[in-house]
């Protein structure tokens, strides 16, 4: 449906109907309202419904539904795959209700549906408390908290999902349903990395922990020490305590003082070590790495706030990433990981990570429909770049990345981390079992799958 089939009476009747307002083409701020992180999706919805409260986002639904419009969700824009912008429909933006409030004595956030990271990570710095968060400050804390949630504080603290107390929900129908583990504890249990697909969650309350300083080790060495580095880097996590966070990266050398001047603008394998505690300790921590005569170009001590932001992606950059879960990495993969990282495309944006897993996201609940935090490792390309005519090549090699870790995969995915890769990455992002249960929950609360642009869970009617 366009902007021609939505009657006059009905767009009027939703404008005086929201506290909010609606925009729609040709409206001072559109254009601004319809941009995403992905430049790659430039879509033009007929309307976008800047809530303000959820009494706006039931309104928004309900005109959405009467008029026959696809119906987008967006909190942080985030989602690679452009999954909050609609071609023709209606666009629900929860970016004015990004509300968080924090409560120092019951360590928890009430983070509202459009906050992002770095409102979260703001708010509870200044109590000395934190919890997992996705690791670029730009990120929506919904969609991220919903798809499960991999950051670095992860081994310590779990996934943002495992953080996750309790949620506001407005469904397809327009109720407003509070799911937590007493009310609608099926809807609590689906939104445990089911994502999106029951409801817009208007709200979040998540649990907080004591963070104070953080210390980075960052370690930037040329290409042809990769296998080396990450070698050693695998033994290190083995032995590493719950505290210790990051991963390997293959990323261009930026033009900062910490850079060794011979890899500025040149590919380098890096090693980004988080720890969750002062630079004393972390040196003590490091020393495995130390002591194979790997030196860090730069360790300091830094809110986790600042960390947050370390990685923030520049806007305005054509995106495509995917991403593999493994059951092991053996010398073999890491080789393959290192050639295809030393051929990163778009050197001055793209990067090729290897996270480890383990830790508390090992140990959390195994019922919630997260299949791939039981793997070790997770291998994820993420290209940016800004011709077009790059576009081929970007994606072949993204592609490539996790094709070659084949052999060693264990089937599962993280969704967050990847765009739209058919049904059966969907499927393998819940698993087969989980997926069968949440079809069930959808049919019940989206039976007719209103909240369908996502990684799509069809209701089981």
Same mark, same amino acid.
């Given at each position: ?48 419904? $800047? ?11 309900? !005109? ?92 310590? !603290? ?39 697909? !029951?409801? @817009? ?28 580095? @990450? ?119 793209? $990067? ?15 019922? !919630? ?36 870790? $084949? ?36 049919? $019940? ?17």
């Amino acid at each position: 449906m366009s902007l021609l089939d939505v009657t006059d009476t009905a767009l009027a009747g939703l404008r005086a109907d929201l506290t909010g307002q609606a925009l729609t083409p040709g409206d001072t701020g559109y254009d601004e309202a319809r941009t995403i992180f992905n430049a790659m999706i430039d879509r033009r919805p007929s309307v976008i419904a $800047q809530c303000a409260d959820p009494r706006d986002v039931a309104r928004a639904i309900r !005109f959405g539904r009467d008029q026959g419009l696809t119906i987008a969700v967006r909190g942080g824009g985030h989602s690679v795959a452009g999954m909050s912008l609609t071609e023709g429909g209606l666009v629900i933006d929860l970016r004015r209700m990004n509300d968080v409030r924090v409560d120092p004595e019951a360590r928890t956030a009430r983070v509202a549906g459009g906050a992002v990271m770095g409102d979260l990570d703001r708010a509870a710095q200044s109590h000395g408390l934190g919890t997992t968060g996705g690791r670029v400050s730009t990120t929506g804390v919904a969609g991220f908290a919903l798809g499960g949630g991999s950051g670095w504080l992860e081994r310590r !603290f779990g996934l943002a999902c495992d953080n996750l107390l309790s949620a506001e929900v407005v469904t397809a129908d327009g109720r407003q349903l509070t799911a937590n583990a007493d009310k609608n504890p099926d809807l609590f249990w689906a939104l445990h990395g089911g994502g999106g697909n !029951f409801g @817009v969650v208007t709200s979040l309350t998540l649990a907080l922990h004591p963070v104070g300083t953080v210390t980075v080790a960052l370690f930037l060495l040329p290409v042809a020490a990769g296998p080396e580095v @990450v070698q050693a880097y695998r033994a290190f996590i083995d032995g590493a305590p719950d505290e210790v966070g990051g991963g390997a990266i293959y990323l261009t050398g930026p033009p900062d003082p910490f850079v060794p001047e011979d890899l500025v603008g040149k590919v380098a394998c890096g090693l980004l070590v988080t720890y969750l505690g002062g630079e004393r300790d972390a040196r003590e921590v490091l020393e495995p790495l130390t002591r194979d005569g790997f030196e860090p170009s730069m360790v300091a001590e830094m809110p986790y706030a600042e960390l947050q932001s370390m990685l923030d992606d520049p806007p305005g950059m054509r995106n495509y990433w995917s991403a593999e879960y493994l059951d092991a990495l053996p010398d073999k993969a890491v080789e393959l990981y290192c050639a295809r990282g030393a051929a990163i495309p778009s050197p001055t944006a793209s $990067q090729h990570a290897l996270f480890p897993q383990g830790g508390a996201v090992a140990r959390g609940p195994a019922d !919630f429909p997260v299949p791939w935090r039981s793997a070790a490792w997770v291998v994820h390309p993420f290209t940016l770049w800004e011709d077009p005519a790059e576009d081929d090549h970007a994606r072949a090699w993204a592609r490539g990345a996790v094709a070659e870790m $084949q052999p060693w995969s264990s089937g599962a995915v993280y969704l967050n981390f990847i765009g739209q890769e058919g049904r059966d990455r969907v499927v393998d992002g819940f698993g087969e079992e989980n997926y069968r249960r949440l079809a069930k929950i959808k049919a $019940q609360y989206d039976p007719d799958n209103t909240f369908r642009l996502n990684h799509n869970i069809r209701p089981d009617v």
